[in-house]
């Protein structure tokens, strides 16, 4: 009788492999973490469909391992799981077919159970066609993608793969596809001469693919270093994307610049940025404007550039009237002895606060400060 449900044997990979020879089959193994909200979505919706049971059932010897616990910890050393789930397809002798990672649908599942089970689809063959010449292209991709799906290293593939192609050759589809799958060092060769080509690739892909490869290299390379305030790395690794300069990603880069200089406090280089920057990045960000221009009336009182920041609070408000942009034009108003001025902007914002019916204490409290 089919059982209703896919059923794991969490006795270990070993005790599966020997199950696996006895009768004749594969191994999947589950590699998952308690916490993992997409293994508890695997669990509850996908195992139990009647149809990924019966194929996987039958196909397979099912195995399940806590990554963070017991044998798994020292596994992971070996396998090195990236993301929760991570399903894995081995041989009955214990070479690696196949391997897909993250939450996927009952279809979807079955239909990579049928994948792990194509000879032209699992590793060692398709590890073995990349092999015989490491100059063909659409092996490398088809290999590469396995890998990237799987979750697994590809630098030495891609590696191997560019080492073959000269400067002329680089400039294809197929390469700027192995490229955006492959390449994310940007003292790499292949990295540097996109940089150098990116009209051409934009015309050989698109302007969107290229700007969306490099975009995406920035926020690795230097997401992290901000939210750490890493002020070792971070001035390094921001001269390699600055390399880049294209608008998308040098808007990046003023954007982390402001994050980063605001962590550490470094007001000097915060006002320098935002002296060169502001027009180009974020002239219709009224929100940002409205925030530039409040760190500028705590942190940088200079009245030079309290005047540089009444014109973009004045923008903010431009974009968006709001009670609190009124609010801050009066105070930076105030704050450079323009009295006759702030006590206006205070009065629109008591104005627009009696419209709405909210109190206006601020408003109420700046008026009386001033008379």
């Known amino acids: 009788m089919a059982q209703s449900v896919l059923s794991f044997s969490e006795s270990g990979l070993k005790s599966a492999f020997v199950q696996a020879k006895q009768q004749n089959k594969p191994v999947m193994l589950w590699c998952y973490a308690t916490w ?17 049971a019966d194929y996987f059932n039958k196909n ?15 596994l992971n050393k070996d396998i090195k799981i990236s993301s929760f789930p991570t399903f894995i397809f081995y041989s009955p002798s214990g070479e690696m077919l196949y391997r897909v990672e993250g939450e996927l ?20 063959f398709l590890k073995r066609q990349f092999e015989k010449d490491v100059s063909n292209s659409v092996n490398c991709y088809t290999y590469v993608r396995a890998l990237r799906k799987a979750g697994m290293d590809v630098k030495t593939v891609v590696n191997q793969y560019f080492a073959t ?18 390449v994310s060092d940007f003292n790499s060769r ?43 790395n971070y001035p390094v690794k921001r001269k390699l994307a600055a390399q880049i300069h294209s608008y998308s990603t040098d ?33 219709n960000n009224h929100t940002q404007l409205f925030d530039i221009a409040t760190n500028f009336l705590k942190n940088i009182p200079t009245p030079e550039y309290l ?65």
């Open 60 to 74: 397979f010897i099912c195995t399940a391992q806590d990554m963070e616990k017991g044998e798994g910890i020292d």
């Open 165 to 182: 192609q000269n400067d002329k050759q680089l400039l294809s589809e197929i390469n700027w596809r192995i490229f955006t799958n492959g």
């Open 307 to 371: 005047v540089q920041a009444e014109q973009w609070a004045q923008r903010s408000l431009s974009l968006n009237e709001k009670y609190d942009s009124y609010m801050l034009c009066a105070r930076i108003l105030k704050k450079l002895n323009n009295q006759s001025d702030a006590l206006k902007m205070a009065e629109k914002a008591k104005n627009m606060a009696r419209k709405f019916g909210w109190e206006g204490t601020e408003a109420l409290d700046f008026i009386k400060s001033c008379q």
């Open 105 to 124: 649908k009952t279809a979807t599942f079955i239909a990579e159970g049928k994948n792990a089970l194509n000879p032209v689809k699992q590793f060692p």
């Open 36 to 52: 993992c909200p997409h293994c508890k979505y695997m669990k509850a919706e996908v195992f139990s469909n009647q149809s990924v």
């Open 251 to 283: 808007s990046l880069l003023f954007n982390y610049d402001l994050q980063f200089y605001e962590s550490t406090r470094n007001w000097q280089k915060y006002c320098e940025t935002c002296l060169q920057s502001v027009k180009n990045y974020c002239w």
């Open 190 to 232: 292949e990295f540097k001469f996109v940089i150098a080509h990116q009209k051409e690739y934009a015309d050989i892909a698109s302007p969107e693919r290229v700007r969306a490869k490099l975009n995406f290299e920035v926020k690795s390379l230097l997401s992290l270093l901000v939210e750490t305030t890493d002020t070792i």
